[in-house]
T-cell receptor, first 113, second 114 residues
Framework: NAGVMQNPRHLVRRRGQEARLRCSPMKGHSHVYWYRQLPEEGLKFMVY????????ESGMPKERFSAEFPKEGPSILRIQQVVRGDSAAYFC???????????FGPGTRLTVT | SQQGEEDPQALSIQEGENATMNCSYKTSINNLQWYRQNSGRGLVHLIL?????REKHSGRLRVTLDTSKKSSSLLITASRAADTASYFC??????????????FGQGTILTVHP
């Protein structure tokens, strides 16, 4: 049973470009969470999704950031018009149900130049 | 202080010794989860302990939870150099609008010397 998959593992974008981060949850998991880890900081919750629904996006910046988890395919975290402050590691996690273990992917390290 | 705060911030021990890390939190929880993160890597899930549990074991790991003191501890027995990593506790709040939203502490950096 493959774990949570994320791609790309590393992403370099120039300021103003768009970044698209993908996450495929573990098989059988229908709950997906995105977290961000800034340099020298702990992880911060961004958004919680189920298939075709955003359940909680209270940790998402109000502008430029969006997330989706379509009926088919991976969950996508999209950052438009990236700025240097967006440089961070973005982790996706999945669980079988809310209140259960969240298993994390390897992360996508975004660098904005 | 923040929810899910670990103590100590850094711990350095010799191989074979035990390592104990503590986590304190502020709000009521549904469960508390411990993770390990090797430098530059993803998080590995270690153990989940629910609010109605007091102790849980997994291999060389022992986790305790004291909801009256809002604290948890992670004990790694007979440590190995491969245990060198950052350890995080994460709290999952009780049912409500924040349910499922893990809050992480800053972590404890454990170094095990061969």
């Amino acid at each position: 049973n493959a774990g949570v998959m994320q791609n790309p593992r590393h992403l370099v974008r120039r300021r103003g470009q768009e970044a698209r981060l993908r996450c495929s949850p573990m098989k059988g998991h229908s709950h997906v969470y995105w977290y961000r880890q800034l340099p020298e900081e702990g992880l911060k919750f961004m958004v919680y999704l189920q298939k075709e629904n955003i359940i909680d996006e209270s940790g998402m910046p109000k502008e430029r950031f969006s997330a989706e988890f379509p009926k088919e395919g991976p969950s996508i975290l999209r950052i438009q018009q990236v700025v240097r402050g967006d440089s961070a590691a973005y982790f996706c996690a999945s669980s079988t149900d809310i209140g259960y273990e969240q298993y994390f992917g390897p992360g996508t390290r975004l660098t904005v130049t | 202080s923040q929810q899910g705060e670990e103590d100590p911030q850094a711990l350095s021990i010799q191989e074979g010794e035990n390592a104990t890390m503590n986590c304190s939190y502020k709000t009521s929880i549904n469960n508390l989860q411990w993770y390990r993160q090797n430098s530059g890597r993803g998080l590995v899930h270690l153990i989940l302990i629910r609010s109605n549990e007091r102790e849980k074991h997994s291999g060389r790991l022992r986790v305790t939870l004291d909801t009256s003191k809002k604290s948890s501890s992670l004990l790694i027995t007979a440590s190995r150099a491969a245990d060198t990593a950052s350890y995080f506790c994460a709290t999952d709040p009780r049912r409500g609008t924040s349910y499922g939203k893990l809050t992480f502490g800053q972590g404890t950096i454990l170094t095990v010397h061969p």
